[in-house]
């Protein structure tokens, strides 16, 4: 099966810095990515669509000068959370688009922000 | 209302049983519909695709119909390993073909016992 890896599996941060997290899709192209937060006993939420080579779509709600996405590559996407505070604390995941309407999910990370 | 609604549960089942999970979605332009299984802090997992024929995959057994806008999932023989929360998705419907957005339950969770 498809394999996405994300790093750093866990974050533990001061308020008011920033973290970056990575999402590379280890064996196959993705021209799109997704990334998520889930909170405890809810589900998963989009926050944004990551194309490659161009700007990442917001989900309504959510703050793309907070939240920066990158796509520079075929296999590479990032996120990074400006400014962090204790409220951003989540498990963020991410996917990587294959096959028609299918995903396959990095392992997450869980930012805790202090 | 929520766009995909499900049964939080908890369905405890002893081993051997026969479970069954109901998942309804409210848009009517979704065309590809799953079964995705999250362990308890890890990311989700396809279990598997649902076809309008319904499909089955060894001791999961998956339904749709369309007209009612309604998806289950029948577990056959539960194994300990089956513990689980189990999430109904649909795709959005309304986006291209690698970036249409998927759209997640809040999963139900399912304990086997001894």
């Known amino acids: 099966g498809a394999v996405v890896s994300q790093h750093p599996s866990r974050v533990i941060c001061k308020s008011g810095t920033s973290v970056k997290i990575e999402c590379r899709s280890l064996?196959?192209?993705?021209?799109?990515m997704f990334w998520y937060r889930q909170f405890p006993k809810q589900s998963l939420m989009l926050m944004a669509t990551?194309?490659?080579?161009?700007?990442?779509?917001?989900e309504q709600g959510v703050e793309k000068d907070k939240f920066l996405i990158n796509h520079a590559s075929l296999t590479l996407s990032t996120l990074t959370v400006t400014s962090a505070h204790p409220e951003d604390s989540s498990f963020y995941i991410c996917?990587?688009?294959?096959?028609?309407?299918?995903?396959?999910f990095g392992p997450g990370t869980r930012l805790l922000v202090l | 209302r929520k766009e995909v609604e499900q049964d939080p549960g908890p369905f405890n089942v002893p081993e051997g049983a026969t479970v069954a999970f109901n998942c309804t979605y409210s848009?009517?332009?979704?065309?590809?519909f799953f079964w995705y299984r999250q362990d308890c802090r890890k990311e989700p997992k396809l279990l598997m695709s649902?076809?309008?024929s319904g499909n089955e995959d060894g001791r999961f057994t998956a339904q749709l119909n369309r007209a009612s806008q309604y998806i289950s999932l029948l577990i056959r023989d539960s194994k300990l390993s089956d513990s689980a929360t189990y999430l109904c998705?649909?795709?959005?419907?309304?986006?291209?073909?690698?970036?249409?957005?998927?759209?997640f339950g809040t999963g139900t969770r399912l304990q086997v016992f001894p």
């Open positions: 996917s990587a688009h294959r096959d028609w309407g299918t995903q396959y």
């Open positions: 064996d196959f192209q993705a021209t799109t």
């Open positions: 990551s194309n490659e080579g161009s700007k990442a779509t917001y």
């Open positions: 848009n009517s332009a979704s065309q590809s």
């Open positions: 649902v076809y309008s």
């Open positions: 998705v649909v795709n959005d419907g309304r986006y291209s073909y690698n970036t249409d957005k998927l759209i």
